[in-house]
């Protein structure tokens, strides 16, 4: 199964400043097809999680520009350029590469 | 608009049975996988397993294999997980979702189980 570790754990933000949160696969996410299937999700408290950004760098509708996805094969980033208070919640980075899906630990971003 | 429409709260004693739903609407049910994903009290997010309806295979995360079963009703565009003998660990919020490789996962509002005697 693949193993995805996210780090850190935890992130305490003052509004305005930046955030980056790092997910490494076991594996790589490299699809033959060319594609990489790596998405990031945000779960704000007492809500579902939502899909934030999918094959690595492509955000979902509606989702501000000031989240942006990188990275390859094994090794992906999520950065916020610019925190807001609405964005605090557990993020979750999942590989959609191979059946049964999995996510990585989370990180829990808090505001300062 | 896509909706997954989850069942109710439930509140179980350890050994019972329970069967919860997902509705789906407002795409081709039969063209994406749907699965669900557990998140128990405080933690993270852990998939379960999936489900095509279109041709009923199905996915089971290891931890989860033979602990539960997943199943669909394509004629009513519902999926299903269900326990035959619940445990107290078996307490969490149980999400179902639906996935796309390329539109990754949409997740329903989530159906809140409570075992406890």
């Known amino acids: 199964d693949f193993v995805l570790t996210q780090t850190p754990l935890s992130l305490s933000v003052t509004p305005g400043q930046p955030a980056s949160i790092s997910c490494k696969s076991s594996e790589s996410l490299l699809h033959i097809d060319g594609k990489t299937y790596l998405y990031w999700y945000l779960q704000k408290p007492g809500q579902s999680p939502h899909l934030l950004i999918s094959?690595?760098?492509s955000r979902f509708s509606g989702v501000p520009e000031r989240f942006s996805g990188s990275g390859s094969g094994t090794d992906f980033t999520l950065k916020i350029s610019r925190v807001e208070a609405e964005d605090v919640g557990v993020y979750y980075c999942m590989q959609g590469i191979r059946l049964p899906l999995t996510f990585g630990g989370g990180t829990k971003v808090e505001i300062k | 608009e896509v909706q997954l429409v989850q069942s109710g709260a439930e509140v179980k004693k350890p050994g019972e049975s329970l069967k919860i739903s997902c509705k789906g609407s407002?795409?081709?049910?039969?063209?994406?996988?749907i699965g669900w994903v557990r998140q128990m009290p405080g933690k993270g997010l852990e998939w379960m397993g999936l489900?095509?309806?279109?041709?009923?295979?199905?996915?089971?995360s290891p931890s989860f294999q033979g602990q539960v079963t997943i199943s669909a009703d394509k004629s009513i565009s519902t999926a299903y997980l269900q326990w035959s003998s619940l445990k107290a660990s078996d307490t969490a919020i149980y999400y179902c979702a639906r996935h796309g490789r390329a539109t990754g996962s949409y997740f329903g509002q989530g159906t809140l189980v409570t075992v406890s005697s």
């Open positions: 094959e690595v760098s």
């Open positions: 407002g795409y081709s049910f039969t063209s994406y996988w």
């Open positions: 489900i095509h309806p279109g041709d009923s295979d199905t996915r089971y």
